[in-house]
């Protein structure tokens, strides 16, 4: 992981158009239509290399439609998704990469760290499915993230053994060590307590800056928006209102704990991720 | 999760469980789970139910009363004894391996894909579990007998066939007993946390590396336990395997068989093999503790009725062969 890509250092949220201009080359674009029953999730994403967005919503936004959209665990109905110039879901031209097949890492909300195994084979498991890597060389490789994530000590333990922060490193450790051109992160901070909150807030701001992949977080706290993104893009009902470059910058990004509270009260089914 | 589901299932249904089995869970559950039940228990549902236990307790009591312990080890040192439990060992494991090889896989289909038919086809996988055994066994020999469906192709073609032989013993005990396998495993599928399977998706893994690294794992323990009943249900299966496979001494006759014989001709041998087949039952029970078998628990029950039937109706159905 290298900080030295020329887009690492942060862009400032008003100049977001050169996020746009750039994500055709190695960053993601993508236009995203969903229906599942009733709801409709329609919103098109770009995040540049080095870039991390925010994308903002209440439950039942349609951010777990987005997101398992991007990580190929659902198939598009319309528009096309872009990653690094490969094109990974287009249904117009019957392209669609399975999400075995697809560079996308994902932290889920909770994790999701198999609790049969180890916290090290758990990282191993990731590097053997995806580069093909042996028992032996994927074990130390998957050592060596964890120690870089600072818990190289914990990597006998199994998950049901970890603390809130320490699963979170892991999980993240395990999404990275697959070699993503693209990091998701499903409510990175929604399964942990206040205090803990802090420090992986902390910790989660001093690395998602160092990656080279463009990073999607998904989130309902404005807050965690507002410190972890470069950018954010606030999905309501599954459209988006308001960007911050945008005209009426206000409401949307106001960091107080009510989040979006604009209109539409439709049910909206799909978000149980 | 799953397994927390499974285990506080399995952990309050153990007092029903406790009663109708014996050399149940030890006493400090029990002690445990007295406290709670100190309520006034009405006599209506006590009243029955220790007729139950009686019932239940009352045969195995009776078979250890009577046992020849004193001839024992004569008795189970014949050659017939040792040939029909080697058989019954024998055949049991190699149905089971069956069953797993591919009622795993059933398993799977049924609780992961979607197609027309599915529930259908669900119901009639699960048939032999309430099927009375020796039905079972006239439809295998329908099917693969040697003027059955297929079974005269194969005799045709290859030579080959299954009835009357120790092959046969195999597949009869197959036939009845991997629904319970299918139906164990099934269960535990379809309540298992499938986001742990996307996630083993996003980190590159094939379905197939999904299924062998993490569904499998995690439903581990209800493997284990549709094994142990389907083994133990092979063990004791009696009307499919004499009606498809006949009772021939060192080939087909298993230990049920032996038993039923032996009752006929010598009861003491035939009181010596139960003992046997109970300590067997016994040692895979105890070393299967409760929480090894969530979810299992209304098949055991149901397993026990269904052996009864077997016998009754094999009763009948001894002669006709």
């Known amino acids: 992981m290298s900080t030295a890509h020329p887009e690492a250092t942060p862009t400032s949220p008003g100049t977001a158009s050169a996020g746009t201009a750039s994500a055709g080359g190695d960053g993601l674009d993508a236009r995203m239509i969903v229906r599942r029953g009733a709801f409709v999730l329609d919103v098109e994403v770009r995040v540049a290399q080095g870039e991390v967005v925010a994308v ?145 807030r902390a910790f989660l701001r001093t690395v998602l800056p160092t990656l080279s992949a463009p990073v999607l977080i998904v989130t309902h706290d404005p807050i965690d928006a507002e410190v972890l993104a470069d950018r954010t893009i606030a999905l309501v009902d599954g459209h988006e209102i308001t960007s911050p470059s945008a005209s009426s910058s206000g409401p949307a990004l106001s960091p107080d704990q009510t989040p979006v509270s604009t ?11 | 999760m799953t397994t927390d589901a499974s285990l506080s299932w399995s952990g309050t249904s153990t007092q029903a469980g406790e009663s109708a089995r014996p050399g149940g869970p030890g006493p400090a559950r029990r002690r445990g789970q007295r406290r709670e039940t100190r309520r006034r228990v009405p006599w209506a549902l006590w009243l029955p139910g220790s007729i139950a236990v009686l019932f239940l307790l009352l045969p195995l009591v009776g078979l250890l009363i009577r046992a020849p312990w004193t001839g024992l080890a004569h008795l189970l040192s014949q050659t017939s004894v040792r040939q029909a439990l080697l058989l019954s060992l024998r055949t049991s ?48 020999l329908l099917a693969l007998g040697r003027r059955g469906l297929i079974g005269e192709s194969l005799s045709d073609w290859f030579g080959f066939t299954l009835p009357f032989t120790t092959n046969g013993v195999v597949v009869a005990q197959t036939f009845v007993a991997m629904p319970f396998l299918v139906v164990s495993v099934e269960g535990a599928l379809n309540s298992a946390d499938r986001r742990f399977e996307d996630a083993a998706a996003t980190l590159g893994a094939d379905p197939w590396m999904t299924f062998r690294r993490v569904t499998v794992p995690l439903v581990a323990p209800a493997v284990a336990a549709g094994t142990a009943l389907c083994w133990a249900r092979a063990l004791g299966e009696f009307g499919a395997t004499i009606t498809f496979a006949g009772n021939f001494p060192g080939t087909t006759q298993t230990m049920p068989l032996a038993v039923y014989l032996a009752l006929e001709t010598d009861p003491d041998a035939a009181i010596a093999l139960s003992l046997v087949l109970l300590a067997v039952c016994v040692t895979v029970l105890v070393a299967l503790r409760a929480r090894w078998l969530p979810g299992t628990r209304w098949i055991a029950r149901r397993r026990a009725g269904r052996g009864a039937l077997a016998t009754t109706t094999a009763d009948g159905s001894g002669g006709p062969r």
Do not use: M
């Open chain 1, 56 to 200: 903002l919503g209440r439950s039942g936004a349609g951010k777990s439609t987005l997101l398992r959209a991007l990580a190929g665990l659902l198939p598009l109905d319309a528009g096309r998704i872009t990653l690094a110039g490969e094109v990974l879901d287009d249904p117009r031209e019957r392209r669609f990469t399975a999400c075995e097949d697809r560079p996308v890492g994902v932290v889920f909300q909770d994790y999701l760290l198999f609790p049969h195994l180890r916290a090290r084979d758990n990282v191993a498991f990731g590097l053997r499915a995806r580069l093909g890597q042996g028992r032996r060389q994927s074990r130390a490789d998957a050592e060596s993230w964890l120690t870089r994530f600072g818990v190289g000590d914990l990597a006998d333990r199994r998950p049901g053994a970890l603390s809130g922060g320490q699963a979170q490193r892991v999980a993240l450790a395990r999404a990275l060590a697959t070699r993503p051109r693209l990091l998701l992160l499903d409510e990175p901070l929604s399964a942990l307590d206040t205090s803990t909150r802090t420090e992986v």
């Open chain 2, 93 to 140: 494991s190699e149905a089971t391996v069956l069953s797993l090889v591919f009622g795993v896989p059933l398993a799977w289909l049924l609780a992961r894909t979607r197609f027309p038919g599915r529930t259908l086809l669900r119901a009639l996988v699960t048939l032999p579990l309430v099927l009375p055994p020796v039905v079972g066994g006239v439809s295998l």
């Open chain 1, 263 to 273: 209109p539409a009260p439709t049910p909206a089914p799909a978000d149980g991720f």
